[in-house]
């Protein structure tokens, strides 16, 4: 494509929010943690390597009866509180999380894919930024 030669109106997208496709089989409750799959459909998140994160489903979804992209699931990037599945303390703030399952976040690496970076502990879980 040629450089431009007069004004372009260019669309923006702060980046916070997303509307993915789901994956076949698929099912999402709201506030679950999503990672895209090697296809790029919206999964939910469990503990295997080579996920992408990708944020907290703002809604429910089941596509458990169809096909890849069947349906779309509203997802968003953010700082969110998640359940503590290892031994984080306030001394990993800063550290890497690590995907337990849709609601769970650990320290350890080992077979898993990092969510996100943890930025608070406290009583209502593990604070990590995601994006």
């Given at each position: 494509m040629?450089?431009?030669t007069?004004?372009?109106?260019?669309?923006?997208?702060i980046?916070d929010?997303?509307?993915d496709?789901v994956?076949?089989?698929?099912?999402f409750h709201?506030?679950a943690l999503?990672?895209?799959d090697?296809?790029?459909?919206a999964?939910?998140a469990?503990?295997a390597?080579?996920?992408i994160?990708?944020?907290?489903?703002?809604?429910?979804?089941?596509?458990s009866?169809?096909?890849?992209?069947?349906?779309?699931v509203?997802?968003?990037?953010?700082?969110f509180?998640?359940a503590n599945?290892?031994?984080?303390?306030r001394?990993?703030?800063?550290d890497?999380?690590y995907?337990v399952?849709d609601?769970?976040v650990?320290e350890?690496?080992?077979?898993?894919?990092?969510?996100g970076t943890?930025?608070?502990?406290?009583?209502?879980?593990?604070?990590?930024?995601?994006?």
């Amino acid at each position: 494509m040629a450089a431009l030669t007069e004004d372009r109106a260019t669309p923006e997208r702060i980046g916070d929010d997303f509307v993915d496709p789901v994956a076949a089989g698929a099912v999402f409750h709201a506030g679950a943690l999503v990672v895209l799959d090697a296809a790029g459909n919206a999964a939910p998140a469990t503990a295997a390597a080579g996920l992408i994160s990708r944020g907290v489903a703002q809604e429910a979804a089941d596509n458990s009866g169809g096909a890849d992209g069947d349906i779309s699931v509203a997802v968003r990037k953010g700082v969110f509180p998640l359940a503590n599945g290892g031994a984080i303390t306030r001394a990993n703030i800063g550290d890497p999380a690590y995907i337990v399952d849709d609601q769970s976040v650990t320290e350890a690496s080992a077979g898993s894919s990092a969510v996100g970076t943890i930025v608070d502990v406290d009583a209502e879980g593990v604070w990590v930024r995601i994006g």
